[in-house]
């Protein structure tokens, strides 16, 4: 039997365990998923008790994908290479006696990144799911600019990227001229850069799916901008996460459909 549950705070807005539900029903396995609101302050009490307990693996959201990383060392967990260097991962499942943490988000990424021109890249945001992005379309894009709130994301940001140049501005510069755009910040933050854009983003990614659509997106799509928005992100990530827990293969192609279908209808 599955046991899991995505963690993070907040936590309510989550469509994870509907997702998820579905998809062990779909596989026909028995499975358990829920949401539980874990902050980083409470997140060292947490996972000592999940040790002991028989939890198969946990999604994590913000803010918890750094908080992982960090507290991996005085937990004994296992942490991918990529998830150790962009020190976020957002899937943890159990191996033996520990967790192996890694960022399915990155692979979400790769995927609908993929044919998708990346030249010039703007990414808003500096925390776990800009490096997953940046380490998605690291080597891909020629020319990767960040808009961030806090400069001291620089350095890794600049560890993470092996290929690309990477180049930081304030978060009032222009979103025009960039091949792509992703915004991974929290709601509200893209709100007045959706009054000031004038055009059309040749691609705008947008992770967040609550609130949705958010303004950017939809000033985007007034504007005939391609867009990948956050249950794109939402149910790519999870499906990696479920052929993680349930150790099973599966067409990611139907369960895609079957999964955007009930996030969608959810959200409508």
Same mark, same amino acid.
């Given at each position: +039997?599955?046991?899991?549950?995505? @963690?993070? %705070?907040?936590?309510?807005?989550?469509?994870?365990?509907? @997702?998820?539900?579905?998809?062990?029903?779909?596989?026909?396995?028995?499975?358990?998923?829920?949401?539980?609101?874990? *902050?980083?302050?409470?997140?060292?009490?947490?996972?000592?008790?999940?040790?002991? &307990?028989?939890?198969?693996?946990?999604?994590?959201?913000?803010?918890?994908?750094?908080?992982?990383?960090?507290? &991996?060392?005085?937990?004994?967990?296992?942490?991918?290479?990529?998830?150790? #260097?962009? !020190? $976020?991962?957002?899937?943890?499942?159990?191996?033996?006696?520990?967790?192996?943490? $890694? %960022?399915? /988000?990155?692979?979400?990424?790769?995927?609908?990144?993929?044919?998708?021109?990346?030249? !010039?890249?703007?990414?808003?945001?500096?925390?776990?799911?800009?490096?997953?992005?940046?380490?998605?379309?690291?080597?891909? =894009?020629?020319?990767?600019?960040?808009?961030?709130?806090?400069?001291?994301?620089?350095?890794?940001?600049?560890?993470?990227?092996?290929? $690309?140049?990477?180049?930081?501005?304030?978060?009032?510069? %222009?979103?025009?001229?960039?091949?792509?755009?992703? $915004?991974?910040?929290?709601? &509200?933050?893209? /709100? =007045? +850069?959706?009054?000031?854009? *004038?055009?059309?983003?040749?691609?705008?990614?947008?992770?967040?799916?609550?609130?949705?659509?958010?303004?950017?997106?939809?000033?985007?799509?007034?504007? &005939? %901008?391609?867009?990948?928005?956050?249950?794109?992100?939402?149910?790519?990530? =999870? #499906?990696?996460?479920?052929?993680?827990?349930? =150790?099973?293969?599966?067409?990611?192609?139907?369960?895609? /459909?079957?999964?955007?279908?009930?996030?969608?209808?959810?959200?409508?």
């Amino acid at each position: +039997m599955i046991k899991a549950a995505v @963690l993070g %705070s907040p936590i309510t807005h989550s469509l994870s365990p509907l @997702l998820h539900k579905r998809a062990y029903e779909l596989l026909n396995i028995e499975a358990s998923y829920e949401a539980l609101d874990v *902050s980083p302050e409470g997140a060292e009490v947490f996972f000592r008790k999940a040790l002991e &307990g028989d939890w198969t693996g946990f999604s994590l959201t913000m803010p918890l994908k750094e908080t992982v990383v960090n507290l &991996g060392s005085k937990f004994g967990f296992e942490i991918d290479p990529v998830a150790q #260097l962009m !020190k $976020s991962g957002n899937t943890m499942h159990r191996q033996g006696e520990t967790f192996h943490i $890694s %960022s399915t /988000d990155r692979t979400g990424f790769l995927r609908l990144f993929e044919g998708v021109d990346c030249a !010039k890249t703007l990414i808003i945001g500096g925390g776990g799911t800009a490096r997953a992005a940046l380490s998605a379309l690291d080597g891909h =894009a020629e020319k990767i600019d960040f808009l961030l709130r806090s400069p001291s994301r620089q350095e890794t940001l600049l560890q993470i990227a092996r290929q $690309s140049t990477v180049g930081f501005f304030p978060m009032d510069h %222009s979103l025009i001229g960039y091949d792509l755009v992703v $915004s991974t910040v929290p709601a &509200g933050v893209t /709100d =007045a +850069m959706s009054e000031s854009l *004038s055009s059309a983003v040749p691609t705008l990614c947008e992770v967040l799916y609550n609130p949705f659509p958010t303004k950017l997106l939809e000033k985007a799509k007034s504007f &005939g %901008s391609v867009t990948i928005d956050g249950i794109d992100l939402l149910v790519e990530q =999870a #499906l990696d996460q479920i052929a993680i827990f349930s =150790a099973l293969e599966f067409e990611y192609s139907m369960m895609r /459909d079957e999964l955007q279908k009930v996030a969608r209808a959810h959200l409508n």
